[in-house]
């Protein structure tokens, strides 16, 4: 099975200021790499996602992501958080060929004004 | 209706009742799942449908059922649950293209048990 670990299970920032948070997973084979976003009392949205390709993905709201294939990481970052930017981001990975997504214990941010 | 829809949103049940939790997706899918989600703790795989067919058990106890009667819905059958066993129920589909087509997921059905 796949594993998902995120760093901080809580980040706390000022509103304008950059974030990224940190995601690594445990795989011997290609995966595809995801963020998902949830805010109180909703099911989780698709931020991003990476298959192939480059390895700078960018997805809304300002979100981007890099896949470091070597470092096994998927750090998310945004340059400039908003007050509505507070919610929990989790990370997720998947597999070729397999209909089976794997999901990190999840980040919560909390922007500050 | 579009996307994925999960009723009821929330249940309060004691342990010797019998519920469902329903799911219905309108996005053509061929893949439907149900997630648990407790707090601190990463989202647990359940149960994976594909094209109907059950294709994932997670090591879920019995008392947890689940049915797929066509590749729209998706139901969670309960019965004689424990206390632990309240969380949040999340269900997701997908297009079923392997791992490449992302989930898609309802609100949420809030459960409670007494």
């Known amino acids: 099975a796949q594993s998902v670990t995120q760093l901080d299970s809580q980040v706390p920032v000022f509103e304008e200021a950059p974030v990224e948070l940190r995601c690594n997973y445990s795989?011997?084979?290609?995966?595809?790499l995801f963020w998902y976003v949830q805010y109180p009392n909703q099911g989780l949205q698709l931020l991003l996602k990476y298959l192939s390709g480059s390895t700078l993905v960018k997805g809304i709201n300002g979100f981007e992501a890099e896949f470091n294939k070597s470092q096994t990481s998927f750090h998310l970052r945004k340059p400039s958080v908003h007050i509505s930017d507070t919610a929990e981001y989790f990370c997720a990975v998947s597999r070729n060929n397999f209909n089976k997504f794997y999901f990190g214990s999840g980040t919560k941010l909390n922007v500050k004004p | 209706e579009t996307g994925v829809t999960q009723t009821p949103r929330h249940l309060v049940m004691g342990m010797t009742n019998k519920k469902s939790l329903k799911c219905e997706q309108h996005l053509g899918h061929n893949a439907m799942y149900w997630y648990k989600q407790s707090a601190k703790k990463p989202l647990e795989l359940m149960f994976v449908y594909s094209l109907e067919e059950r294709v994932e058990n997670n090591s879920v106890p019995s008392r947890f059922s689940p049915e797929c009667p066509n590749s729209s819905h998706l139901f969670l059958h309960l019965h004689t649950l424990q206390p632990e066993d309240s969380a949040l129920y999340l269900c997701?589909?997908?297009?079923?293209?392997?791992?490449?087509?992302?989930?898609?997921f309802g609100e949420g059905s809030r459960l409670t048990v007494l």
């Open positions: 997701a589909s997908s297009p079923g293209q392997g791992g490449a087509g992302e989930l898609f």
């Open positions: 795989s011997s084979v290609s995966v595809y």
